[in-house]
Structures are given as C-alpha cells and as structure tokens.
C-alpha cells in the first residue's frame, strides 16, 4: 500500500473498528484495515477514504451539514438548535466550530495554492449603453472584534473582501434605479491586498472577465486600492463611490454653516453639482469659497475636504459614467461585507481568534458566491 503523505511503501498492521456519523445514522465499520509507514511515521485507513469517512468521526455528507451550520450562525446555536432540528446531529460546540474551521482553512489553501473550484464558464456579461460587455470589480474592508490572550478583549482586525460581479441590465428607463447583481463571486480573509488581488483575479478569469469589453473598477478610495487596481486590473476605469464622495461634502457643509438649513442646501448643491459636472467641476466651486472668518476647525475640514476632492477627481467624472449605464455606487460592495462578513462575525459580543475569523470569512464568501461554488467545494461529499 502506498502512503498518501510522502508515497513510500506502508505495511498492514492490524484490523480497527470506530464508530462514524453519516446523514444516514449511526454506523460503525468492523476490520478497518490500518496501515502505517516506517518512511514518514504516519498510519491510514484506506477503507475510511473510499467511503468518505474522516478523522473526526463524520462522514464529509455530515462534515458539510455541520460546516454549513458553523458558516451561517453561531456554532453554539447550529450545534443545539439547527443541526439536531434539521438533520439529527446533535455535536457538541466545540465539534461544530473545530470542523467548521477546519474547512475553512481547507478552503483558504485551496486560494493560496492558486485553485479555483468548478469548471471555467464565461458569464454572459451584461451591456452598458454603448453595446458593450461591462466587468465589475470592488473591494473592501470591515473590521471584527479579536479575543485575546485568556479571554480579553483585542484590537480588532480588518478583514478584506473583494468581488467580481455582473449587475443587471441597466435600463434607460430608470438610469438612476440600483442595478440588480445576477452573479457574483466573492473572497474575504484576513489578508493583504496583493494576495488578495491575485486570488481575485483568477476568480474573474475563471468566470471570462477578460473577454468582457469594459472593466470597471468601484471603491471607496481607500489607502493601497489605487495601486490594487492597478496591478491586478490594470484594464480598468476607476470609479470613486459617489455616496463615499457626498459623504465627505456633507460634513464639509455641516462645518461650513452656522445652521442646518443652510448646511443641508449647501450639501445638496454641491451633490448635485458633483453627479452632473463631476468632481473636477465641484473643486472648482469649493476653491473658490470664501475663506475669511472661518473657525479654525472649519478650515481643517475644508482642507482635508478640497485634498480628498483634488486627489481623486480623475475618478469622480460622473457624468460621463451616468451616461454609460456604468454604476457610480459601491453598494454592492458595502452590501457585500455585511451580508458576507458581518452578519456572521459581528453580532453583539462576538470576539474571534485570528484563524477562526480567517477561516469563517473564506467560508462566508464561498457560500454568498454564486451557485454551485459551494457544491464544488464539497465534490467529494459522501452520505
């Protein structure tokens, strides 16, 4: 027999009996032949690999119904609630957190080492006003709450999320209506950009992204994402998140005016000014306020503000995007962290370990992308 670790040669050593739970029950396999190898130490059971039994005392069928429950709530309350209700598996916490975890630094090394899951297939792109096939790619971050060392509370981590996606058809009937997303795949870990980007990019290449006629690149313009984009998508227009933008003319305004009528009727003016001429154009309007008189505090936001403005204008070209049927919104990504991220790892009181959160976020991403991207993951599945 060969060993499956270093594939020297492995001597039978004896028969084993162990129990295992399948979605079928209960079953406990007699005369399990073991195997071990003198080259590297390690001993197998190659009957438990036929049937897709594992270590932990699980089928995979049942390793994926636990890994689905850990992935979708908390592990306390799939291990007493949802698991025992909708299949009869009754584990314990920690089984249901240990095996989730495992799969989801399974799953994070299949990324590392450059894999995708499933075959290639182009998506059928959709078209922007010109008749072209539009690509779009965002990322970002959000943070979630760290445990330390003997249960304190630590500083949080950001972990990162990127997607590549195909929005709806964009209808000239209603241009300023969200465009809905058709397909989506996402990744999240606790990961640097450059990583993160590469992965990214081989998930894009596997769904036909470079033979779509456009790319489109959407962010919050936050620290490294230029150079993301650059690297990564080099074929892409950059697009600041409008709303992101109006943000930072909003609390300009605010310090700008005595009271909130006047603040709300600067705010909306420059808005509007910026989605109709773009940015280059409310800079313009910004540099020529007058200055005289102004609290100090004002002048601070006024600087940090026309820098913000002055430093992205060549992102912020509006009306030429509206005009495409290209989306000038990052809400598919800030929807994207929440469903993908927040919703599983930032309930009230949640503190997470570094590997813990690491493996949850890649099993979150997996499951909010696209269908049959889970499926793959679990090809080997047995009952």
């Known amino acids: ?100 975890e495992a799969h989801g630094e399974r799953l994070g090394q299949l990324w590392e080492h450059g894999h995708t899951l499933g075959p290639a297939l182009d998506w059928d792109w959709n078209r922007d006003v010109s008749g072209q096939t539009v690509a779009y790619i965002s990322v970002d971050a959000t943070g979630v709450g760290q445990q330390g060392p003997g249960g304190a509370k630590a500083e949080g981590k950001m972990v990162s999320v990127g997607m590549v996606y195909n929005p709806g058809e964009y209808d000239p009937e209603a241009p300023q209506a969200a465009q809905p997303i058709e397909q ?24 036909g992204m470079d033979r779509a006629d456009q790319w489109i690149g959407l962010s919050d313009g936050g620290n490294g994402l230029d150079d993301f984009f650059t690297v990564q998508f080099p074929r892409a227009t950059l697009i600041l998140d409008f709303y992101h933008a109006a943000g930072h003319l909003s609390d300009l305004a605010k310090a700008w005016s005595d009271d909130t009528v006047s603040a709300a009727a600067l705010r909306d003016g420059w808005r509007h000014q910026m989605k109709e001429e773009g940015g280059a154009a409310v800079l313009r309007t910004l540099e020529a306020l007058d200055r005289s008189g102004r609290s100090p505090e004002a002048l601070e936001e006024y600087r940090l503000v026309t820098q913000y403005v002055r430093k992205n204008a060549y992102r912020m070209d509006y009306p030429t995007y509206q005009a495409q049927g290209w989306q000038i919104g990052s809400g598919s990504m800030e929807s994207g962290c929440k469903t993908v991220i927040c919703k599983r790892l930032c309930d009230g009181g949640m503190r997470w370990g570094v590997d813990g959160a690491d493996s949850v976020s890649h099993l979150r991403a997996l499951f909010r992308s696209e269908p049959g991207q889970w499926d793959a993951f679990w090809n080997q599945s047995r009952n």
């Open 1 to 100: 027999m060969i060993c499956p670790h270093c594939r020297d040669v492995a001597s039978f050593k004896e028969h084993r009996d162990k129990g295992f739970t399948t979605l079928l029950g209960d079953v406990r396999p007699e005369a399990r032949p073991y195997y071990h190898c003198a080259h590297c130490g390690s001993g197998h059971f190659p009957g438990d690999v036929a049937l897709g039994l594992t270590g932990r005392r699980m089928s995979l069928g049942v390793e994926q119904i636990v890994t689905l429950g850990g992935t979708l709530t908390s592990f306390d309350e799939a291990a007493t609630k949802i698991l025992p209700k909708m299949a009869g598996i009754r584990l314990s916490e920690s089984t249901v957190e240990r095996t989730t």
């Open 184 to 207: 989506a795949r996402y990744l999240a870990g606790l990961t640097d950009l450059d990583t993160l980007g590469a992965q990214l990019r081989r998930q894009a290449g596997q769904v």
